[in-house]
């Protein structure tokens, strides 16, 4: 197990280990200059194999980022079934999933590196092996750039994705209810009391989630509606309204405190947002520190929950041998 940082020349730096292809520090400069982490973690990469229970702070997800209904799809004529590993589905690629392997380093320099993994035929219950290339780049604009690549050498589904808890703040502590988020989203997915798709495709517009122009994540997520009931807060997946274009940003995170901006850019087609409701001060963090409820918030960028069992043509997250799967997401830093 072992890390790295990349670093550019603004200051700006990043700590990545090859357990689980793990962002464990992301410092950005804030309104005043001053570094800020703004990722919530633990101090070692150790700590990451003792508290894997507990988390996946930073971890890069696969095979299947998200929920797969019941653990089943069927491909190709065949049914597989998966580990139901949260409630009665299959959650993040399950319970040893490759946020928990080590991968191999491939290249490394001061500004990037390249993580390898080869995942078996039936790892998890997925069929294919599937061998996955994933690439960090930091570069003079502040921006982090994730590149995936991935091939097969039988039909599968795949669908990976960063997990980084965000807290532009700065200190992991406090409520990410202050922060300005903005969505290019007129579409999310209702889900049901287990936290899956129903199925359908619900419009933004008149509701809590409806995030098309700027505004506080705290300000509607009290609000009696059973979709927020059903997630706790908002765990909700958003069809952006430009899937495959990483031209412009798909969405904006800022926080008035420390002025520190994040724009998220993606070739995929959809994002769960997660409010950390399920945080409860038993994570403790970089520092010893405790990660209370809603101290961070995740933008996941990815193929649709549950897309297996759908008909998205969009969002269809089937490889077969011959074809490689790419994807990639940037998260750029400014301030106010």
Known sequence: MK???????????????????????LMVPDRDGKMQDVVLGFDTAEDYLRERNLSDFGAAIGRYANRIGQG???????????????????LHGGPTGWQYSLFEVVDNCR?????????????????????VRMTYCLTEYNTLTIDYEATTDAPTVLNMTNHSYFNLNGDGKSSILNHILQIDADRFLPID????????????????????????????IARDDQQLLNGSGYDHNWLLNRPGDDSLPCARLASPLTGIVMEVFTTEPGMQVYTGNFLDGSQRG???GAYPRRSAVC??????????????PESDARLRPGERFTSRTRFKFSTL
């Not at 890390?3 to 520090?25: D, P, W």
């Not at 089943?72 to 299959?90: D, K, S, V």
């Open 72 to 90: 089943r799809f069927t491909l190709e004529g065949r049914t597989y079934q998966l580990p139901q590993n949260n409630g009665p589905h299959c």
């Open 299 to 312: 933008l996941e960028t990815q193929k649709y929950p549950d897309s297996p069992n759908h008909n998205w």
């Open 3 to 25: 890390t790295f940082i990349l670093s550019n020349n603004n200051g700006m730096n990043a700590e990545v280990t090859n357990y689980g292809g793990r962002i464990m520090r």
């Open 111 to 131: 500004n990037a590196i390249s993580f390898e993994l080869t995942s078996p035929d039936g790892d998890n219950g997925f069929p294919g092996t599937v061998k």
């Open 193 to 220: 009391p287990t936290s899956l798709p129903t199925g359908a495709i619900a419009e933004v517009a008149d509701s809590p989630f409806d995030f098309r122009k700027p505004k506080a994540i705290g300000l509607d």
């Open 286 to 288: 970089k520092g010893g």
